[in-house]
Each structure stands twice: as structure tokens, then as C-alpha cells.
């Protein structure tokens, strides 16, 4: 895996500003892209702690530990932050997190791993395989009020209602299993216009809502924010427009004085803004979206702790 490339990558490394004795966190380590890069600026005595939920990726994450003793990597999701931090053994803050939210690229390669519709597989899209419900096992036994309120939230589908309804007849005569049932049942009652697939607003409603992956972010980010040193780092990207809006929404609430203490003469230290915004949104150039199209979609989001 020493070829992959991650998003972004000399934005990132800017972004942490990584200092060689620095300690940091990769919460989604994926293929080590990103860990490799981290690494690379660190000096012998940096440290760099690792988290997914996936068990491939944790492989190929503890092969890069025995080669580097500066690394260790934890099977564990990152809205579990502060107790990997803590088991780690890690008791000054962090100089600097990263999260870079979604789905890897070799999750959306590996049919067997059902997060896309791009190949016949199992109906799975779970992060970790062993653990939780399938998206079969839901959506095979969900309410049709539910799923079409899932696939409305999570996925902004207009057309939420008539899918779930759809579900519900079609599994009532057979169970829907596979990622090209799904997506052939989405095609049928909604006819493709344009390049995009009708049935990529599901998919993404589905995996977002299996995996928690909002709440997940939420719970993350407000460890992250304990956990940084002041003058720390934390760059979050996303790809597409609820984890944006998450990830920029805790960023700006945490960089302003409480709006509730606001109009105080003194503000007590409480209300007072943890951290310094860093820039405005980073997208990738054209060169960057030429060489991994996926990277078009990406956008990192920088913020320093100030106190």
C-alpha cells in the first residue's frame, strides 16, 4: 500500500504544521497514506497514533508499526477518541488530529465490502464486518416510515418516500441483498438522467446511518477538542455536505465567544473561543483532480487551539 496516495496531502501537512518531537493522531487511518505522510515529518522522538474501525486497515496499519516504533495503531472508532488516547498512555495534549471522514477508496474497491453499487456484492456497508447490522439486515426489516426518513435525512433524496416504498414491496416478494439488487430496484422507479446514478444518494443514506458516521463526527471532534494542546491542529476533511456542515459548524462555534456571553463587558473564561480558524475551506487543485477524481468532492477544513 505504499502507493496510495492521500487527499490533500501537502495541505494537510501544512495544516498540522507537524513539528518533529510532536505527538499526533490519524482518527482514520485507512491505507496509511495520510500516517506515512505524518510520519515522514516527524523526528525520531514524534509520536503517532492511529485509529479505524476496519480490520484490513488495522492490518496493514500494524505492519507499519512493527517498521516504525513512532507508531501504533488501535481497531476503534473515533468517537472513542479520549479512551484510546488515554489507553495509549498519552497524558500531555496532542499537537495535532486529523480526520478524513468517508469511505476509503479500498472499501469502495472491494465488493465483498458492498459500499458500492459499482460491482455485484454482498449488501453489507458496515466499517467494521463484525460488528452491528448489515445494511441487508436493516433494510430488510426497517419500517418504510423509517427508511424513507433515513434516506431524506442522511441522503437529501427528494424522492425518500416512493424508494422505501419500492423496499418494502420488493423485499415483501424476495429479500434484497446484494448492492446491484439495490441499486437495479432505485433504477427502476427512477430512470437515469445525466451522469449520475439514482441510487447514490441511497447508498450514501444507508452507509452514513449504519455506521453512525454523523454522530460518530460529533462525538469525535468534541474529543479532539480536549484532547489538543494549546497552539495544536485540527484538520477535518470531508466529502460531501452534512459532515461539512458538522465539521464547520463545531469549528466556527468553537472559534467565537459564546454568543451568550457575548455582550458581557467581561467574559469569563469559559465562554471565551478555544480555537483560532486557520483559512477558509481547501478543495483540491485540477492537477490533484485529474490524478484521483474522488479527490473532487474533498474539502479540509484547518483550526489552531487557542486555549
Excluded at 472513542?80 to 497524558?91: F, N, P
Excluded at 471532534?221 to 460531501?240: D, K, M, N, P, Y
Aim: aromatic share 4%.
Amino acid at each position: 500500500m505504499e502507493g496510495h496516495v492521500p487527499v490533500l496531502r501537502d495541505e494537510v501537512l501544512h495544516g498540522l504544521a507537524v513539528r518533529p518531537e510532536g505527538v499526533y493522531l490519524d482518527a482514520t487511518f485507512g491505507r496509511g497514506g495520510h500516517s506515512r505522510m505524518i510520519l515522514g515529518a516527524l523526528g525520531p522522538c514524534g509520536r503517532l497514533l492511529a485509529l479505524d474501525r476496519d480490520p484490513d486497515a488495522v492490518r496493514v496499519g500494524r505492519e507499519l508499526a512493527q517498521a516504525d516504533s513512532r507508531f501504533a495503531i488501535e481497531q476503534e472508532s473515533f468517537g472513542r477518541l479520549r479512551r484510546v488516547v488515554e489507553a495509549q498512555g498519552i497524558t500531555s495534549g496532542v499537537d495535532g488530529i486529523l480526520f478524513d471522514l468517508g469511505v476509503s477508496s479500498p472499501q469502495f474497491d472491494t465488493p465483498a465490502r458492498g459500499f458500492s453499487f459499482q460491482h455485484e456484492g454482498p449488501l453489507d456497508m458496515r466499517m467494521d464486518p463484525g460488528a452491528g447490522q448489515s445494511a441487508a439486515d436493516w433494510l430488510n426489516s426497517a419500517g418504510e416510515r423509517e427508511i424513507a426518513g433515513v434516506l431524506r435525512r442522511l441522503g437529501e433524496e427528494p424522492a425518500a418516500g416512493r424508494i422505501a416504498r419500492a423496499i418494502c414491496t420488493e423485499r415483501a416478494r424476495q429479500p434484497i441483498t446484494t448492492t446491484t439488487g439495490l441499486a437495479e430496484l432505485v433504477l427502476s422507479i427512477m430512470p437515469r438522467r445525466g451522469p449520475r446514478h439514482p441510487a447514490t444518494r441511497v447508498f450514501q443514506a444507508i452507509r452514513i446511518f449504519i455506521n453512525r458516521e454523523l454522530e460518530e463526527l460529533e462525538a469525535g471532534l468534541a474529543q479532539a477538542l480536549e484532547l489538543l494542546a494549546t497552539g495544536g491542529r485540527l484538520c477535518v476533511i470531508s466529502f460531501h455536505s452534512l459532515e461539512d456542515r458538522i465539521a464547520k459548524r463545531f469549528l466556527r462555534d468553537h472559534s467565537r465567544v459564546s454568543p451568550d456571553f457575548a455582550a458581557l463587558p467581561v467574559v469569563p473564561d469559559s465562554a471565551r473561543p478555544q480555537l483560532r480558524l486557520v483559512g477558509g475551506a481547501i478543495h483540491a487543485d485540477a492537477a490533484e483532480v485529474a490524478r484521483n477524481p474522488r479527490a473532487r468532492s474533498a474539502v479540509l477544513r484547518v483550526a489552531e487551539k487557542v486555549a
